[in-house]
């Protein structure tokens, strides 16, 4: 049996969906199927119903999850007990959207349990990022995924997923996506960021053709412009108290929103660098701590 197999399982009791543990685990969702009916016959009993749309876990496959999740636990801290001290130095990618929410607790975290780990934070844009950890200029990065996916010579850990939504002014009455874009330019984010490309994607789709010509690298400026009221724009929000000082309305793009998704990106061969995963597993709780 494969470790790796009980690890897909338990992202997919985690996030409910095949689908959505493939995008996790950076798998096919077919591949996802397989794994599980591989455990099924495994362990001779079923893992999930499937007799309805949405596959629904048995009371086994959370109580192996829960087995597993313990054992993993024990079998990570015994790969960690050593006389050596996690230490060294990680040079760390972080977008400028992710900085303050995951970049404080993060180093809290670090700086207590590993004090000998110099953490070394550059700042850049996602694709940039990834092309620094792919030439090995940088270790690590947290970034924005490609709609398109990562790089599949990369290792890619999902920390959060999250639509994308609609920004107005906070005194804007209308409530309609088309409404508010009669009324309101569009502020845009580059057309090269992810964000940007999402954003227009839906709006495409949808057959709506905004106005407006400003275009802006980062949310902050995006935020104070749209709570000016100078327009309106398709964001990813991921700490509002960044932007408290700019009071602004959003608005939820439905069910078929964009969702954005961001990773903790590093290389392969780094897995087993005991100083990197320090840095991912602080990168979880940072975004755990977010979620509480």
């Known amino acids: 049996m494969n470790l790796s197999f009980l690890e897909t399982m338990v992202a997919v009791l985690r996030h409910g969906s095949f689908a959505s543990a493939a995008a996790d685990r950076n798998l ?34 959370h109580e192996l999850a829960q087995v597993f999740s313990s054992t993993l ?5 015994l790969r960690y007990r050593t006389s050596h001290a996690v230490e060294g130095e990680v040079k760390l990618g972080v977008t400028e959207s992710m900085q ?43 970034v ?39 009324k309101h330019e569009l502020i845009r984010f580059e057309g090269s960021a992810n964000v940007g490309r999402l954003g227009m994607r839906f709006l495409a789709a949808k057959g709506i053709k905004p106005r407006g010509n400003v275009e802006l690298q980062s949310v902050l400026p995006i935020v104070a412009l749209v709570s000016s009221g100078l327009g309106v724009s398709i964001a990813f929000m991921p700490d509002r108290r960044s932007y408290s000082g700019y009071p602004v309305r959003e608005i939820s793009l439905g069910a078929d929103a964009p969702q954005l998704k961001v990773a903790f990106v590093t290389r392969p061969q780094q897995d087993d660098s005991r100083a990197v995963q320090a840095v991912r597993e602080a990168m979880f709780e940072a975004v755990a701590q977010r979620e509480e």
Do not use: H
């Not at 010579?153 to 804007?172: K, N």
């Open 73 to 77: 636990q024990t079998m990570e801290d």
């Open 144 to 182: 924005v995924q490609s709609p398109n996916g990562g790089a599949r010579r990369l290792r890619w850990d999902l920390l959060l997923q999250e639509p994308l939504v609609l920004i107005v002014p906070p005194d804007a009455p209308e409530d309609s996506l088309e409404a508010l874009l009669r």
């Open 28 to 61: 096919s969702p077919s591949a996802v199927s397989l794994q599980m009916r591989r455990l099924e016959d495994y362990f001779r009993q079923p893992l999930f119903d499937r007799s309805s749309q949405q596959v629904r876990p048995t009371a086994f496959a």
């Open 100 to 142: 303050a929410l995951v970049l404080p607790p993060a180093l809290t975290m670090l700086r207590s349990k590993y004090p000998q780990l110099v953490v070394k934070p550059v700042r850049g844009r996602s694709q940039t990022l990834i092309d620094q950890v792919k030439s090995g200029e940088i270790d690590a990065a947290v």
